[in-house]
């Protein structure tokens, strides 16, 4: 609601889980007490730009116990002597006062904030997703089946080197085949003589 001319907050509607309220540039000069009633659970209050002059009136915000970050900028409060100081002794909860911490530590950024609370809500989703073990067991079904992959190969070079070892074997044989004709051969021819010879000798024993 910001620069809408607002005067007071006294019709400001009950909003128990808002947070972040935005209030600039208005002419809001007290009043707020309303907003622990109506806004209890504010975390981030802007009231830069408005008519507030002294420390009482912001004393009302004691009673918002989870006010982390509040925004006085621009307000004529601002031109007090230890202005921060009252300020942050004042309200002992709040970490922020227009933008900066005790120590001059600037506050991050509002939107960098909701992106870490929705990167935490995406993590907890994640985590809710499916129960625990499913991947696991679609691993160990791919494992197995890699398992009976590498079995297959295996048969198949048993069953390579087998029928390498029965080639050799033939061919062994085929060797022992043709060296066995090529003795008989031999013997064959040595019997061959031996029939021509005996008739020669037969023939000279005639003639003595």
């Given amino acids: 609601m910001a620069n809408v001319e607002l005067t007071s907050l006294a019709r400001l509607p009950t909003l128990s889980k808002l947070r972040k309220l935005e209030l600039s540039d208005n002419i809001i000069s007290g009043g707020l007490e309303v907003l622990a ?4 659970n504010l975390t981030y209050l802007n009231l830069s730009g408005n008519k507030i ?3 009482s009136t912001v004393e009302a915000l004691q009673n918002l116990k989870n006010l982390k970050s509040l925004d006085l900028f621009n307000c004529e409060i601002t031109n007090l ?3 921060r100081e009252s300020v942050f002794e004042l309200l002992h909860q709040i970490t922020y006062l227009d933008g900066f911490d005790q120590e001059d530590n600037e506050a991050p950024d509002s ?9 935490e809500d995406d993590d907890e989703d994640e985590d809710e997703a499916g129960p625990p073990g499913e991947y696991e067991e679609d691993d160990d079904e791919d494992d197995g089946g ?5 079995g297959e190969e295996e048969e198949e070079e048993v069953g390579l080197s087998y029928l ?3 080639e050799i ?3 062994e044989d085929d060797d022992d085949y043709v060296e066995e004709r090529g003795d008989e051969e031999e013997a064959e021819g040595v019997q061959g003589e031996k029939r021509k010879r005996d008739p020669e000798d037969e023939g000279e024993e005639e003639d003595d």
């Fill in 146 to 150: 890699s398992d009976l992959g590498e």
């Fill in 53 to 55: 002059k002294d420390l």
């Fill in 81 to 83: 002597e230890d202005y």
């Fill in 37 to 40: 009633e109506k806004c209890p």
């Fill in 164 to 166: 390498m070892k029965e």
């Fill in 111 to 119: 939107e960098e904030e909701e992106d870490e609370e929705g990167d």
């Fill in 169 to 171: 074997q033939d061919e």
